[in-house]
């Protein structure tokens, strides 16, 4: 049984920084593909960033690009997002994905194309 949890969300001004965590269980995560997500109220879930977990290759949102990074730690099981120059239209639910069949060399985008999901964490950036 796969388990995605997520944590680190929190409240946090405008210009701020919070990192998000995504601890991974009940699986061999080597071949795996990680994402995160974020939806607003009232919008659709939306891709932020993805990892691949072996070799570590990444993929951003434009919107996110230059401001978030995200990495992982092979010896944790974890995925990180670290959020940096915050903006209020961050605020979201951020989930953390993961895809254990990714196509070669490719970083999914679209929902659909994960397996597993976490319960999200709540990403609140004030103004």
């Known amino acids: 049984q796969v388990q995605l949890v997520e944590s680190g969300g929190g409240l946090v001004q405008a210009g701020g920084s919070l990192r998000l965590s995504c601890a991974a269980s009940g699986r061999t995560f080597s071949s795996y593909a990680m994402g995160w997500f974020r939806q607003a109220p009232g919008k659709e879930r939306e891709f932020v960033s993805g990892?691949?977990?072996?070799?570590?290759?990444?993929y951003y949102a434009n919107s996110v690009k230059g401001r978030f990074t995200i990495s992982r730690d092979n010896a944790k099981n974890t995925v990180y997002l670290q959020m940096n120059s915050l903006k209020p239209e961050d605020t979201a639910v951020y989930y953390c994905?993961?895809?254990?069949?990714?196509?070669?060399?490719?970083?999914?985008?679209?929902?659909?194309?994960?397996?597993?999901w976490g319960q999200g964490t709540q990403v609140t950036v004030s103004s």
């Open positions: 994905a993961a895809d254990f069949a990714p196509l070669s060399g490719k970083i999914p985008t679209a929902p659909n194309e994960y397996d597993y």
């Open positions: 990892i691949r977990w072996s070799g570590g290759r990444t």
